[in-house]
């Protein structure tokens, strides 16, 4: 099979394709660089690249349509997009297209993209040798039942990216899945967790609970010790918890894999019986791990992105996406109850000001310490989001307009009265607020136009006040 790594890079930014070509080919990859849009299928089928670098603005086209062309075209082809922390919402849906990972821009440096280029190609290149590998095989054994299996086994997995974000949920289902290619008798997996170790032990047929005893050592000792320092070890067995010690001497043979990517140990998982397993088996447990492994990466990833398209890298409030699709849900809610339900826009006064005297950190760290009072001034069943840049939406449930009043100048007094510290300085700085109240009939839009009309009367009315007027 031919070594030499080809790319494609989908960017209509030329001078940036320009940079990255030169900058790939020191690693002697061959790159293929398109501004303008191409036929995906002609040219995959002619230049057989190992992965695609696209950025979410190539086309008019949505990168996640684009990523369906080139999964026709190569079903495995694995796409990297590049996405500024605006466009999250996109690569958010590229993820669940198929992408096989997202590079944040601008760039801490290029040694980032190739690094993820190159452990996509790199995965991709060994899914190639093992297609003709399995193409060889399939000659000769057209009736293997084994690549049948794998493939569904790899769908399965696929199709859990976005569906859980728990690992162990993931393991649980790969021995289900496992199981209809091996011959075990006890199926376990490692999972570090944040304050513990979770060691989950499924049988694979009527198998004595006893085994939990030896089974955790087994596992414990194949992680490196940095993942497994000071933390308490759970035993799990069929769903309960086993309060078990590790010294027991059952004669039991397994193969035990470490579930890793190029960047991080997701913990180790192991099949026993008590007769050895020969190389054949060993080689196919190995496989499906690193598929495994694969997935558990995503499926981390997705949930980052997840959590960037949630809440608002800054402040930690939500996004305005998010908020306003809370407020809608909100709307409908008490449309459909005819509950009570305000809302209040809220914008800090003179905020240019303070950019302009102290400089950007300086109002980042206003903006943080704002969200902070208004998240720790609501109750747990209201919403705050951060609106626009200083700016912030305040959704309050089961409130009519004279207590989201009250509540408004609350938080109104708590911003006028706070001094807000940055190096040496103590800054104050006021706020106006709008309020909104729900009517009959009144669509989220129309409650927002209320709360800002609301609060450009504050602004013109002289600022640092909360205005409700309800004509």
């Known amino acids: 099979m031919e070594r030499q790594k080809r790319l494609f890079i989908l960017n209509d930014d030329h001078v940036l394709n320009r940079i990255l070509k030169e900058f790939f080919k020191e690693y002697g990859i061959k790159v293929h660089a398109f501004a303008d849009e191409i036929d995906f299928d002609g ?44 466009d999250y919402g996109r690569a958010l849906e590229c993820l669940r297209a198929g992408a096989y990972a997202v590079l944040k821009k601008p760039f801490s440096s290029y040694e980032e993209i190739y690094h993820g280029v190159n452990n996509a190609m790199s995965h991709f290149m ?64 490692l999972v570090p967790q944040a304050d513990e170790i979770e060691i989950h032990v499924y049988p694979n047929g009527p198998t004595n609970p006893a085994v939990a005893e030896y089974v955790p050592g087994t596992l414990i000792r194949r992680m490196r010790k940095a993942l497994l320092e000071d933390k308490q070890v759970k035993v799990v067995f069929e769903g309960q918890e ?59 990833l997705f949930k980052e992105v997840k959590a960037l398209s949630v809440h608002d890298g800054l402040t930690g409030l939500y996004t305005h996406l998010f908020i306003t699709s809370k407020l809608t849900d909100e709307v409908a809610r008490s449309t459909r109850y005819g509950s009570n339900l305000s809302i209040m826009l809220f914008d800090l006064d003179n905020f240019k000001d303070v950019n302009d005297t102290y400089g950007h950190l300086a109002g980042d760290t206003i903006l943080k310490e704002v ?26 449930p089961e409130t009519d ?42 669509d989220e839009n129309g409650l927002i136009k209320i709360a800002d009309d609301n609060l450009y009367k504050a602004k013109r009315e002289g600022k640092n006040m909360v205005c409700y007027d309800t004509k």
Not at 155 to 178: C, D, P, Y
Not at 251 to 262: D, F, G, N, Q
């Open 43 to 86: 040219e995959i089928r002619e230049k057989k690249p190992h992965a695609i670098l696209l950025d979410v603005g190539y086309s008019s086209a949505s990168p996640a349509e684009l990523i369906e062309k080139i999964k026709k075209s190569e079903a495995h082809m694995p796409v990297i997009v590049m996405a500024g922390m605006e």
């Open 242 to 300: 086993a309060d078990a010690p590790f010294d027991a001497n059952e004669e039991y043979k397994s193969v035990i894999v470490a579930l890793a990517t190029r960047n991080k140990t997701h913990g180790c998982a192991g099949i026993y019986r008590s007769r050895p397993f020969d190389y054949y088996e060993e080689s196919i447990f190995k496989r499906f791990c690193a598929h495994i492994s694969l997935t558990l990466e995503k499926i981390e």
């Open 371 to 396: 969200g902070r009072i208004m998240t720790g001034s609501l109750r747990s069943l209201d919403s705050v989001g951060r609106y626009g840049g200083e700016e912030f939406l305040v959704i309050l």
């Open 401 to 442: 307009g004279d207590s989201a009043k009250v509540i408004g100048e609350r938080l109104r007094r708590k911003i006028e009265e706070m001094d807000f510290l940055y190096e040496d300085n103590s800054i104050k700085l006021t706020i106006c607020g709008g309020l909104a109240v729900h009517r009959e009939a009144m």
């Open 126 to 189: 060994e899914r190639l040798e093992i297609r003709e590998l399995t193409a060889e095989m399939e000659k000769r054994f057209e009736h293997d039942k084994l690549n049948l299996l794998e493939l569904e086994f790899v769908k399965s997995l696929q199709r859990m990216i976005g569906e859980t974000e728990e690992a162990v949920t993931v393991l649980k289902n790969s021995f289900t899945l496992i199981r209809n290619f091996l011959s075990f008798e006890l199926f376990a997996a």
